[in-house]
């Protein structure tokens, strides 16, 4: 049986940022009384768990992830018992909620760094170490920069303490400094905060970057898994159900250790399939996916991947070869403006040249490969970007409830909006929104919101085993595969092509239910249309010596196999 303890091995995950979902006051900013009122959507929708994107004080030179006070709200966002109202209206919808916690770094404006950096501050003797200081700033010069389009260097000099401060991000982020046990302290102090608040679960900001050592590459280091562990423990204790969720962006064989022996993280986002997922739609052949789930170490029992399309960060392209970024630029990012550090800031339905067809071939992917998956606000209706806002502000505007100018968004003048909202064309609120796709069932919205309730009524989707079944003469053109579970298995045939594919359903089963038509499915001899999909459940027990391949008729083949 699935066990309810490990709710997140199902659950499936919707990302929003506060700012940009709804306005219930008037002054053009998103806050959390607009996200209670917007509760009954997302539960419309049909997912499980809400990750709000930082809701804390801070400058938001970098939208939140640049804290100023841990233990509070933004005020733009409303106050703690917004906080509380939302959890419990939430709980009540059976909706839970994730929030963030930033433990590399502060912003510069937090109270911990003035003091640090001031020799003269009342609480300098305090908080003195906080931070990762030096005379020099040749330390640790085997650590890569992460914002290359922005940082020159991971070190500033400050000309208060006149010494250089460490950051892995933005120079207005210095880094904590891990080897003081008063941060540590601090920091567990911040995830009991939220706990209390009625948190169900904490989402843990690049936690590769904790500690730093010289000659190494200052990433996932044994002393970060330390402190991570001791993180879990105290969570353990405090309170058991709730989840730890870490953006470690890391390869495989890096990643698997932020699981330890399933006493670290519960869950590690899977950051190096996501671009794979891209790579496969558009070279036609799922090879790219293959190779990386080979390279995919098996988790612990009570552990679980997340997967993605898309999220409020940049495509980002870290875990692929110089070679693949390349070829993703050129084939994803055509134009300059669309590329940001080593990523792509665009958002999911843009990227699929708004075909509806290719967006929901990755919704199919992304709903049944295995994995908890998260959605990004705004992506379940096909909302587009503006690539000329800057940073990564194109894929964060407000978004799209309704057909008006505002989008339904906010009552104040759209010149109050904290960003622009979208108005091409193609993508503007007259085109897209929620409450025109709420009433059209073959919207992309319903459409999306179908497969999450077929998948939900299958525990395999989050908690199966996964195997790839080779659709008859052109297995790669298809990403075709089967999860598993207590008995249960369901088969999945994703044409990553934009030719009908002509094929031999490579199966035992007597018949199968196609889970999203309720139709019968005979195995042998099948269609998939242009980026087509089938999720096929077995009808009755398996024949084994069912004859297949060889002594069945051969199928023509219609398209071209790459193969
Ligand atoms: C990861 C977050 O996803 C990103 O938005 C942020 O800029 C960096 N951490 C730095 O805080």
Not at 37 to 57: A, C, F, H, N, Q
Not at 520 to 534: A, N, S
Request: proline share 8%; with cysteine; hydrophobic share 35%.
């Amino acid at each position: 049986m699935a066990d309810s303890a490990l709710w997140y091995k199902n659950d499936i995950f919707y990302e929003l940022y506060v700012r940009a979902f709804r306005d219930s006051n008037g002054d053009g900013w998103g806050d959390l009384k607009g996200v209670t009122e917007k509760l009954d959507y997302v539960r419309y929708l049909g997912v499980d768990t809400i990750w709000l994107l930082p809701i804390s004080p801070s400058p938001l030179r970098d939208d939140g992830y640049d804290v100023s006070d841990y233990c509070n709200i933004h005020p733009m966002y409303g106050n703690m018992q917004d906080f509380r109202e939302l959890v419990k209206e939430a709980h009540q919808r059976s909706l839970k909620i994730l929030v963030e916690l930033v433990p590399n770094h502060t912003s510069d404006q937090h109270p911990w760094f003035q003091a640090s950096r001031d020799p003269n501050h009342p609480e300098h003797e305090k908080y003195k170490d906080f931070y990762v200081w030096s005379d020099t700033d040749k330390k640790y010069q085997d650590a890569r920069i992460i914002f290359v389009d922005s940082e020159k260097s991971n070190w500033s000099f400050d000309p208060v303490r006149k010494q250089y401060f460490w950051h892995r991000f933005f120079h207005h982020q210095p880094d904590l400094n891990y080897d003081n046990p008063a941060v540590q302290e601090a920091m567990l102090q911040t995830v009991k905060f939220w706990i209390d608040q009625g948190a169900d679960g904490i989402r843990v900001d690049a936690p590769p970057y904790l500690f730093e050592r010289e000659g190494t590459n200052c990433e996932n280091l044994p002393e970060t898994h330390q402190f991570l562990k001791r993180l879990r423990a105290f969570v353990d204790a405090y309170k058991p159900e709730v989840l730890l969720l870490s953006e470690a962006n890391q390869w495989p064989e890096d990643v698997i250790h932020y699981f330890g022996s399933g006493d670290e993280m519960h869950m590690n986002f899977h950051f190096p399939l996501m671009p794979r997922l891209y790579m496969a739609l558009a070279k036609g052949d799922r090879t790219p996916i293959e190779e990386i789930l080979a390279r995919t170490p098996q988790l612990p029992a009570n552990c679980q991947w997340g997967t993605f399309l898309r999220c409020h960060d940049e495509l980002t392209l870290e875990m692929v070869t110089p070679e693949e970024r390349q070829w993703m630029w050129e084939v994803y990012a055509p134009e300059p403006r669309m590329r940001l550090n080593m990523g792509i800031r665009r958002r999911l339905a843009p990227l699929m040249g708004n075909d509806k067809r290719k967006i929901l071939l990755m919704y199919s992917l992304l709903l049944t490969m295995g994995g908890s998956p998260f959605l990004y606000y705004g992506d379940e209706i096909g909302m587009g970007d503006n690539i000329w806002l800057e940073d990564r502000n194109g894929v964060r505007t407000p978004m799209q409830w309704d057909s008006s100018t505002s989008g339904g968004f906010s009552e104040a003048p759209a010149e109050k909006f904290y960003a622009p909202i979208i108005d091409s064309p193609e993508y503007g609120c007259a085109r897209v929104n929620a409450a025109d796709q709420m009433a059209d069932p073959d919207s992309l919205l319903n459409r999306i919101r179908h497969l999450i309730a077929v998948r939900k009524q299958h525990a395999l989707f989050g908690w199966g085993d996964f195997s790839w079944r080779d659709f008859s003469y052109s297995p790669k053109l298809v990403a075709s595969y089967q999860r598993k579970f207590e008995g249960q298995r369901v088969v999945v045939l994703n044409n990553l092509t934009d030719r009908e594919v002509h094929g031999w359903i490579p199966e035992t089963a007597v018949a199968f239910e196609n889970l999203l038509t309720g139709e019968t499915v005979l195995p042998g001899d099948y269609h998939l249309p242009p980026y087509g999909f089938v999720w096929l459940k077995p009808i009755g027990p398996d024949l084994p010596d069912r004859p297949l391949g060889p002594n069945a008729p051969r199928p023509q083949y219609l398209g071209s196999d790459k193969q």
